[in-house]
T-cell receptor, first 113, second 113 residues
Framework: ETGVTQTPRHLVMGMTNKKSLKCEQH?????MYWYKQSAKKPLELMFV???????ENNSVPSRFSPECPNSSHLFLHLHTLQPEDSALYLC????????????FGEGSRLTVL | GNSVTQMEGPVTLSEEAFLTINCTYT??????LFWYVQYPGEGLQLLLK?????DKGSNKGFEATYRKETTSFHLEKGSVQVSDSAVYFC????????????FGTGTRLKVLA
């Protein structure tokens, strides 16, 4: 496999469920990102991991919990979400956090009922 | 603060028409500028980039010139095709040493046969 792979592509969950989104990059990059894409809004940066250390958290609610066990894998753990959290969640990677463009996965479409 | 402003869509054109999507930015220092494209059901892909003033980025017939004097990075294509139908995002990355990418809200392009 090449590029950035996200699973699942679609997820429907109730507000009391716990689920996780997974991202894997096969590009040898050192930085990985979670973005939230909602209709008619700019992409919102949620988390950045560089060399497996979290370096940014833009005041994201604690019901979103990231995990980065190594430089190739990134998870977003979800629990007690709200309907307004329904969105497309995009994972991206870059060579490192200082240079290079972002390479995105295809996204995980989340619907919270 | 730092920001990216794009023209609101949707933009609807006939095949072979000329395309311009306007993008202006506000940023400290000398940002790098990018255009990303998102085809239906997919993540964002880098279309072109420019890293310093007067640079022209180009790819697949699309072009954009980094204009520092007008703080703009307008996307152009001389003859659009139906396959160009997508959402186009203008973005900037602040001066080197940072991972902060700032995206516009996106402009949807629809090309009719």
């Amino acid at each position: 496999e090449t590029g950035v792979t996200q699973t699942p592509r679609h997820l429907v969950m109730g507000m009391t469920n716990k689920k996780s989104l997974k991202c894997e990059q096969h590009l040898g990059h050192n930085a990985m990102y979670w973005y939230k894409q909602s209709a008619k809004k700019p992409l919102e940066l949620m988390f950045v991991y560089s060399l497996e250390e979290r370096v940014e958290n833009n005041s994201v609610p604690s019901r979103f919990s990231p995990e980065c066990p190594n430089s190739s894998h990134l998870f977003l753990h979800l629990h007690t979400l709200q309907p307004e959290d329904s969105a497309l969640y995009l994972c991206a990677s870059s060579q490192d956090r200082a240079v290079g463009e972002l390479f995105f996965g295809e996204g995980s479409r989340l619907t919270v009922l | 603060g730092n920001s990216v402003t794009q023209m609101e869509g949707p933009v609807t054109l006939s095949e072979e028409a000329f395309l311009t999507i306007n993008c202006t930015y506000t940023a400290t220092g000398y940002p790098s500028l990018f255009w990303y494209v998102q085809y239906p059901g997919e993540g964002l892909q880098l279309l072109l980039k420019a890293t310093k003033a007067d640079d022209k980025g180009s790819n697949k017939g699309f072009e954009a010139t980094y204009r520092k004097e007008t703080t703009s990075f307008h996307l152009e294509k001389g003859s659009v095709q139906v396959s160009d139908s997508a959402v186009y995002f203008c973005a900037l990355r602040l001066t080197s040493g940072t991972y902060k990418y700032i995206f516009g809200t996106g402009t949807r392009l629809k090309v009719l046969a």
